[in-house]
């Protein structure tokens, strides 16, 4: 049976991606180390798995108190809904948020989430995303990236996560 992605070509494959993901938390936990809770919220649908993946590793590297959140938003039209974050947050002052996707493309979806956590007063907010392709049109920046791909207007990236734990991401 043909895949959806048996026409492109694979650019990370499960091992590399689950060493990004080390790298990432190992980096996220250098630059908060004086820190004792972080939130951690993935952009629903494969910011969201990418950040539970980010979440286990700094589970088992980090004392942080770590809270994982769920944002949805219509990527292609996000000021059309409300954005959505499961579960609810209580209390976000002065607190640490990793805002996480899994690609940067145009950095629009970055953009529009980062009011909802202005608005809370986060003390900080670090982006962090597994791959950077460089077609920012928003003035978002990743603070920490898994691999960064210069790529044409044209290519996209595609990263699957499936649950059989055999992660990939193609340049389409």
Known sequence: ???AFSAQTRILDSEQIR???????????EHNFEETELVIVGIAPNGYVFAELLHQELQKISPFELTL?????????????NLTLTPQ????????VILVDDVLNTGRTLAYSLPLFLDAQARKIEIATLIDRHHTLFPVAATYTGYSLAT???EHIEVAFPENGNFAAYLV
Not at 69 to 81: G, S, V
Request: proline residues 3%; aromatic residues 6%.
């Open 1 to 3: 049976m043909e895949t």
């Open 19 to 29: 060493q990004k993901i080390t790298r990432i938390a190992f980096e996220i936990y």
């Open 69 to 81: 959140h769920r944002l949805e938003l219509d990527k292609q039209t996000p000021t059309q809904q």
């Open 89 to 96: 947050t209580g209390n976000l002052q002065n607190k640490v």
């Open 152 to 154: 044409t207007l044209n």
